[in-house]
């Protein structure tokens, strides 16, 4: 089997701008002011409940430890979602690998429907220093 790569480009980018654009803050996120951040278009989906981007920023502010980690992927696979939803993937695999006590990477197995696999690493895209 063979990703064309027209489509492995798409989906790259599909899950880069969904791990990588600001979703708003759910009412009960913790946040260390009062900003919700988030595209404002969310306001008026088209589709009940659609939203565009993660979470992940939320943690710009916390100490990376265990809890960080699981949140980190739980806002990823959260952030992806749509792509099963939407059957371009049948499952979507988040990979978190913390290097160091200042460091987390995150990377994203997407399963298509035909069973290839797209392996995507955006080592050089996002990288989170936390304050130790």
């Known amino acids: 089997m063979f990703i064309r790569r027209d489509l492995k480009a798409a989906l790259t980018r599909s899950v880069l701008i969904s ?3 600001w979703r708003r803050a759910a009412a009960d996120d913790f946040l260390g002011d009062d900003e919700r ?4 278009g969310d306001s008026f989906p088209t589709v009940a409940d659609d939203r565009i981007g993660s979470r992940l920023w939320l943690l710009r502010r916390v100490k990376l430890t265990r809890q960080t980690q699981v949140d980190a992927e739980f806002y990823a696979r959260e ?18 690998e913390r290097l160091d006590d200042q460091r987390l990477n995150l990377r994203t197995v997407l399963t298509l429907a035909d069973g ?4 995507i690493n ?4 996002w990288q989170v220093t936390y304050a130790v």
């Open 19 to 21: 791990l990588f654009t």
């Open 37 to 40: 951040f988030g595209w404002w």
């Open 79 to 96: 952030a992806l979602q749509w792509l099963i939803d939407d059957g371009h993937c049948s499952a979507i695999e988040i990979l978190s």
């Open 116 to 119: 290839e696999r797209l392996d």
């Open 122 to 125: 955006p080592e050089h895209s």
